[in-house]
């Protein structure tokens, strides 16, 4: 079968092959050195920023109203919301009191740094503050772009296969932390959580893994304690 345009027929080739590879190299190459220059910016700032990457449904804007929520007196928070359509969920994240900025990529399936570059912009972001961005649901497209951020952290539910990392490996390898969430479902889903982290782990060996529940409670503190592992002392409040 023709890798190209699907047909039966693998011994002809297509003149544009070589223009589609072109193209992906300069739009990668374009959102990198924006990526750069957000980081730069967020540094220069003293802003710690993690992009918050899963499927739709995993549970993270539920996640993040909790950890603003419960965090709030300790840091200065901000957060942009990706999402095709509506600002649902930024409105969720304006009830905790936390600056938000909502993009709505259209048929986009993911944020580029060109438009967190743009949001950052608009936000006029607090020195020494902590900035969460968190991404459309796809496991897919936003693996391959990097928005500036400090962290990429992983989100999967245990509503869904515990073979994700494997069948998604490019998002988990470059991510450095997997958050198993909604552990308290785990006695009505056929979902191994020692085999998901298992295939995390063959995918990425130093992805580091925490199992949490928002709705019991279970695992946040875990959270908690590894983000105040990671922003450094000046940044609190």
């Not at 399936?109 to 936000?123: E, I, K, R, S, T």
């Not at 949490?212 to 922003?231: A, R």
């Amino acid at each position: 079968m023709c890798a190209t345009c699907g047909c039966g027929d693998s011994s002809h080739h297509h003149k544009n092959e070589r223009k589609i590879v072109d193209v992906e190299k300069d739009v990668l190459y374009e959102n990198n050195l924006l990526a750069e220059r957000n980081r730069g910016y967020l540094e220069a700032k003293n802003i710690f920023a993690m992009n918050l990457v899963s499927s739709p449904g995993s549970g993270k804007t539920t996640l993040l109203e909790r950890t603003l929520t419960d965090l709030k007196e300790q840091y200065a928070f901000a957060v942009i919301e990706g999402d095709q359509q509506t600002t649902n969920d930024a409105d969720r994240i304006h009830a905790t009191g936390t600056k938000v900025t909502q993009i709505n990529t259209g048929k986009g399936c993911h944020l580029d740094a060109h438009m967190v570059l743009h949001a950052m912009q608009g936000m006029k972001l607090q020195d020494h503050s902590v900035l969460f961005i968190e991404n459309v649901g796809n496991l897919v497209c936003p693996a391959m772009f990097d928005l500036g951020e400090k962290e990429r952290i992983v989100i999967i539910s245990v509503t869904e296969g515990d073979d994700k990392p494997l069948k998604y490996p490019d998002m988990f390898n470059s991510s450095t932390l997997c958050i198993i969430n909604k552990t308290d479902l785990l006695p009505y889903v056929p979902f191994n959580i020692e085999k998901a982290k298992a295939n995390a782990r063959k995918v990425n060996p130093s992805l580091s893994i925490i199992e949490l529940s928002c709705t019991s409670g279970q695992g946040l503190n875990e959270w908690y304690d590894w983000i105040h592992s990671k922003v450094s002392a000046d940044i609190i409040v």
